[in-house]
């Protein structure tokens, strides 16, 4: 292992803690270490952060010095909101003028329920700042609320994300008094002081938390001489340094699936497709668009925030949902799972055991019936019959695979049922399984529809220990492709290993100019750098919500250690074109023509037909494909216009957009467009002016050398 650089990913989960190392230039596996998840350990789940990297360091006898990049994934913020694992926090409000009362209203939010009636509590005083921050004011504060065993502040002001002067002095004043503090500012630039206020509420109440778990973590690292900087998982599916966790601990909520779908965009190279991630439990589905993740502001203990998270749905059907029954009928597949019940799975059990097993119905602590589905063998040892015994059943898990069971034992499991239903096996199988894809498929199906995703090329991919007990079924139901990820059971992990750094900034801006579009992009910019990204590595988005007046710049990058051009083995011409037609099997493919390409990038124009409503209608498709020199699709655009353009000629794209633009009743709407310059695709479809679209352009044609050509994608709404 000596000199070979090395990627970390370490991810937490409700059972186990996992650990993996990943070659930096090929992502070959090279150790996987995997531990009890530490819960009741004094330092929590830190504990069995702490071990297991020492334990897999010994494993893979890897320098410190060839550790590149190291990030885990946390449960810590999530469970304390969940548990209840609190501080109670004290809230300065500040103002001045005319709308004092109205400031009070919204900084004075009281208490913050949690799930099962458990509550942030938080004490309030205001202070006016109509002749600037009253230091002395501040401090009394502080003093007030120490005496009330309240160690950590929130400041909140209107207006703070235009000038946080005012928050940021408060802040500085609350530190020298020994305070823990969060300004709101830092957390969201939008308007809306409620909700910013009780967004910061929510993350100051998990500051003591979250800076201890950093603290160690941390230091485990240093221990370790461990070079490499420490990531942290991010809920959108991003990483930062373990310092800014310490400012925005709020920012991991909801980030354990984050890790996965991270896995399926890195690992998988997922451009257009569902990725559902199959525990034991349940399974989260998230959707991947052109290569992104798919976000929105999520909702904690059910309060709306200004945090951005994946958009994921959670089903209660994982590899070990328990098959509910009565009277010789299948009446249900979980959502409780066998370890609830305390129950391993029978397919894994010894098939000289189930020999002459019984069923019999048990119960689970969580629940009052008694109709689940187990059985029970002639030492009185018990087995839950799960969704993954069904799965091996039924044929589509495949050897080698984290779920794949003895087939003896499957086939003694449903040769039981057989007797005791006094039906066929298959036809058992098959109604357990059409009830499991019941609950997912629906909520497959709303992905689809609400981000617009074209069934031409969609992909479902799964991952988790539990993927080939539920994706295959899933995707024959809909009539898509599917695969299970490579080294499924861990993807998370890679996930974690593979993670990009990502940051974003939102501001509410009415009727945003070019200078606007352009400090708010630089801001994005050097927050994903402080957060640990390569300048050089950086990729931004612009999104503009013309209705809620809200810019959003969003900023993907590399670590600098890590940062690297390509990854895997390079196609030539004619494989990439072959990786294009396999992409789209689904349909008759009439002509795949090239029209761009790059050192590092192909776009083709892809024709082909599907099957309408009526059987002898044909629907003609045509599909912009982007392809990089891997094979891995990077974007699909249907129905689009392309261009070829000489780096010259400015007033061509100009005219191009012009084209392309939709007027109606409601004015002019720009249109959809992607820029294929050099190695780099630049998605300029959030911008909302021709102005502002040709501002971000230029920055994009700088990349360019005199002479040379760019590509056009451009379709109207």
């Not at 606007?516 to 801001?523: A, P, Q, S």
């Not at 689904?586 to 309408?612: F, M």
Request: negative net charge; hydrophobic residues 40%.
């Amino acid at each position: 292992m000596m000199g070979r650089k090395i990627r970390i990913g370490i991810d937490v989960g409700g059972t186990f803690t996992d650990a993996i190392a990943l070659d930096n230039e090929t992502y070959e596996i090279v150790g996987i270490k995997k531990v009890h998840t530490t819960h009741h350990a004094e330092e929590g789940v830190t504990r069995g952060v702490i071990d297991i990297l020492n334990m897999l360091l010994e494993e893979i006898h890897c320098s410190s010095e060839d550790v590149v990049f190291i990030a885990h994934g946390t449960t810590q913020a999530t469970n304390a909101l969940l548990e209840g694992d609190v501080a109670d926090i004290g809230i300065l409000g500040m103002g001045s003028g005319f709308g004092v009362a109205k400031v009070k209203a919204d900084t004075d939010i009281g208490g913050v329920k949690l799930e099962d009636d458990k509550e942030i509590k938080t004490s309030y005083k205001f202070i006016n700042t109509g002749n600037g921050v009253p230091e002395a004011e501040v401090s009394q504060a502080a003093v007030d609320f120490k005496k009330e065993n309240i160690n950590v502040l929130v400041v909140s002001e209107a207006f703070s994300v235009d000038n946080p002067e005012n928050e940021q002095k408060a802040a500085e004043v609350a530190v020298r008094e020994g305070m823990m503090v969060t300004a709101t500012h830092e957390l969201s630039k939008l308007y809306g002081l409620r909700a910013r206020t009780k967004t910061a509420v929510i993350n100051a109440s998990i500051l003591p938390k979250m800076m201890q778990t950093a603290d160690l973590t941390g230091q485990a690292v240093k221990d370790a001489q461990i070079k490499a900087p420490l990531m942290i998982m991010r809920s959108d599916g991003g990483v930062m340094q373990i310092d800014e966790v310490k400012k925005r601990p709020i920012l991991t909520v909801l980030s354990g699936p984050a890790a996965g779908v991270a896995g399926a965009l890195m690992y998988e190279k997922i451009s257009d497709g569902i990725f559902l991630e199959v525990g034991g439990t349940s399974t989260d589905i998230s959707a991947i668009r052109n290569g992104k993740v798919v976000t929105k502001y999520s909702k904690i203990g059910g309060h709306n925030t200004y945090v951005t998270s994946l958009d994921i749905n959670t089903i209660g059907i994982g590899g070990g949902s328990m098959i509910r029954f009565n009277q010789k009928k299948i009446i249900d597949v979980g959502p409780r799972s066998s370890h609830i019940a305390g129950l391993a799975y029978a397919c894994f059990a010894d098939a000289k055991e189930l020999e002459g097993a019984k069923v019999i119905s048990v119960t689970t602590p969580k629940d009052k019936t008694c109709d689940f589905l187990a059985l029970e063998t002639k030492e009185g040892k018990r087995y839950a019959v799960t969704l993954t015994c069904t799965a091996n059943y039924l044929g589509k898990i495949e050897e080698g695979d984290y779920a794949r069971a003895n087939p003896e034992n499957v086939r003694i499991i449903f040769e039981i049922l057989e007797r005791e239903f006094g039906r066929p096996a298959q036809s058992i199988a098959s109604e357990i399984m059409a009830l499991a894809v019941a609950k997912v498929a629906p909520a497959v199906e709303e992905f689809v529809k609400e981000y617009n995703l074209s069934k031409n090329y969609l992909i479902l991919t799964g991952g988790g220990g539990g993927a080939s007990s539920v994706v295959p079924y899933v995707a024959d139901q809909m009539k898509l492709k599917y695969k299970v990820a490579q080294n499924a059971s861990v993807i998370a992990t890679i996930g974690a290993a593979l993670a990009m750094v990502r940051d974003s900034v939102e501001r509410t801006i009415v009727n945003p100019t070019q200078d606007d579009i352009m400090k708010i992009r630089n801001e994005a910019e050097q927050a994903a750098i402080r957060s640990g990204a390569s300048p050089d590595s950086v990729e931004i988005t612009i999104d503009i919500d013309a209705a809620k007046n809200i810019v959003r710049a969003t900023a993907v990058g590399t670590t600098d250690l890590s940062a690297k051009t390509s990854h895997g083995e390079v196609l030539n011409d004619a494989q990439i074109k072959e990786k294009v037609m396999e992409a789209f099997s689904n349909q008759e493919v009439s002509a795949v023509n090239e029209i761009y390409h790059s050192p590092t990038l192909h776009a083709y124009d892809v024709v082909s037909s599907k099957k309408g409503f009526l059987p002898f209608m044909k629907k003609k498709i045509r599909t912009t494909c982007v392809i990089d020199m891997n094979g891995v699709i990077r974007l699909n655009v249907d129905d689009s216009d392309n261009y070829v353009i000489r780096e010259s000629d400015r007033t061509s794209f100009g005219n191009r957009v012009e084209e392309h633009m939709k007027f109606d009743e409601s004015g002019k709407t720009s249109p959809i467009i992607h820029l294929v310059v050099n190695g780099k695709i630049a998605d300029l479809s959030g911008l909302d002016s021709e102005e502002q679209i040709m501002a971000l352009a230029d920055l994009e044609f700088k990349r360019l050398t005199p002479g040379s050509d760019y590509l056009a994608i451009i379709k109207k709404r």
